[in-house]
């Protein structure tokens, strides 16, 4: 990522990376430090899809809500593609034709709730937003802030 570095700037200094891979079957790894999180994404790469916590984590080996401990941003993923823009069973559209459209209608919401430009990263088929926040939060600090961003999506 030339002179940004996304896991510095959205993930906290305290706790433990989650690196999750998605292919054929799911690998999920947690680990102690970002060495041992690039390692694991460069060997993920060769057989998956691979993603990254936006939290740090606990002592339990999983990505859990239980020990999703730290935080230092609000995110959402803007689902695109051909699809997503389909309705589902309930009638319920859960993203957009492609991603010139969901950048359109994201940059509308923004303007139209009032939220800071967040950092955007092309997910490639979506698009990925991240708030950062001042400093990091415990999940009960960050819990209220992500409930109302939720709602304010929905």
């Known amino acids: 990522m030339s002179n940004f570095d996304l896991l ?3 993930l906290p200094s305290e706790g433990r990376y989650c690196i999750l891979g ?3 079957y799911v690998d999920q790894r947690l680990v102690n430090t970002k060495e ?10 060769q057989s998956f899809n691979v ?10 080996n999983n990505r859990k809500h239980e020990n999703a401990l730290y935080f230092r941003a609000l995110w959402i993923d803007i689902d695109c593609g051909p699809e997503k823009a389909v309705p ?3 009638g319920i559209i859960r993203g957009y034709i492609d991603q010139a459209t969901g ?11 009032n939220l ?5 990263v092309n997910s490639g088929y979506g698009i990925h937003a991240y708030w950062l926040l ?21």
């Not at 690039?38 to 993920?44: D, G, L, P, R, S």
């Not at 950048?103 to 709730?113: D, H, I, L, Y």
């Open 51 to 60: 993603y990254f916590g936006c939290a740090k984590f606990g002592s339990l």
């Open 22 to 24: 998605i292919g054929k």
């Open 116 to 120: 800071p430009k967040p950092i955007l």
């Open 134 to 154: 001042e400093e990091t939060l415990i999940q009960k600090e960050w819990k209220p802030l992500a409930k109302r961003l939720r709602q304010l999506c929905d």
């Open 36 to 45: 041992e999180a690039v390692a694991c994404v460069e060997e993920f790469t």
């Open 103 to 113: 950048m359109s209608e994201f940059k509308r919401f923004c303007r139209e709730v």
């Open 8 to 10: 510095d700037a959205v």
């Open 88 to 90: 589902d069973e309930k």
